[in-house]
């Protein structure tokens, strides 16, 4: 007789673009996990920063957010514990927002064992005490807290790293594009379009950060480093990161709405960039470094038969230089942005979450 299916309580924070993303997959896949891997996924709520809705049980309902038939305000510790019920099932939380408010509520989370799953980067390179907190608690009740869609989308960045150092290699560097963002950007502006106008086509395609400026000014790539850097035991810190970024100053502070109504002050200072790449005889390429603790994100010049010149559309290239790969680093390279491999990368931690009960996922 097969095994009962394992019930797993899931609810989504964020029905966005990755989290809009992660509910078709998760209702496109849901009959085969069942058939195939005797894992029964419920999705039990969904809330966005203003609304919850606590129905979700209902499979009509469950490919749909704003079209449902109840909603409250969000709270987002009544929407775990309505995720969590009565503890009969585990439950998982994805968190597919940008929100240190929801970061915030990490701790609590885990420590309750409810496990986490996050492309959200503010837990992971936020405030070290915060994340410190969120280890202990995770450490404390064994609840899982997975993030591998923070750095490269849907690329294997953060598990490979981790692999690495649970076989014994030590981290010596990382050098990389960690941008799918101004990856693509700088793949598609040749001085045809003004910049302004490929920054908006990329926010439309999915591929920046809710706020444009968190690519633009380098910061989202910072939080990238810092996710690695603490992935390998060294307590960075935001503010650690030298970072060059392309946000003019009187846009800095502004609401997103008028920075997106003011983007043609992009436009000169960057056909000047171009410009000088030009007269260089390379091209512009966004690169990342950690050596140690010294880190640092910013626009270079690159040789055109340099590799990083050979990246295409979105793509991220992130090497690692290790003891083991010391003479050629180990290199992920592919797609870097995107809603939907980004929810894959989000769904494949909840399917991890699921394996350490025993969810069998091989093939055999
Ligand atoms: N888009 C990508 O390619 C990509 C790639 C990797 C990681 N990410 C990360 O995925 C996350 C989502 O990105 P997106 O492009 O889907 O953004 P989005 O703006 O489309 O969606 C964000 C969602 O979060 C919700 N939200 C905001 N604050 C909230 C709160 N306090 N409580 C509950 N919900 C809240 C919003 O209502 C919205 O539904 C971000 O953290 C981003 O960094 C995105
Ligand atoms: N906005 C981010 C999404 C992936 O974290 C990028 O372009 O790289």
Redesign the pocket.
Known sequence: MPAAPLVVHVGL?????????LLTQLRLAAPRLLRDCRLDLRLRAV????HMWLDCDDEALNGRTHGAQTWRP?E?DEFAAYVAGDGGAPAVLA?????D??ADRYAGWLAAGIHVV?????AVSGPLDRWLRIGAAAGASGARLHYE??VG?GLPVVHTLRDLLDTGDELTGVEGMLS??LAWLFNRYDGTLPFSALVRQAHAL?????DPR?DLSGV?VARKLVILAREAGIALSLEDVAIRGLVPAELSACDRETFMENLEALDAPMAALLAEARLAGGVLRHVARLDGRRASVGVEVVEPDHAFAHARLTDNVVRFATRRYCDNALVVQGP????E??AA?VFADLLRVAGAMGVKRCAC
């Open positions: 924070i964020g029905p966005g673009k990755v989290g809009s993303a809330s966005d920063s203003r969000a987002l968190d597919c927002s940008a929100s408010l929801v996050t492309p959200n980067k503010r869609g923070t989308a799918g963002t999915g591929y920046t950060e809710p968190d989202d870097g942005a995107g809603p491999v980004t990368a």
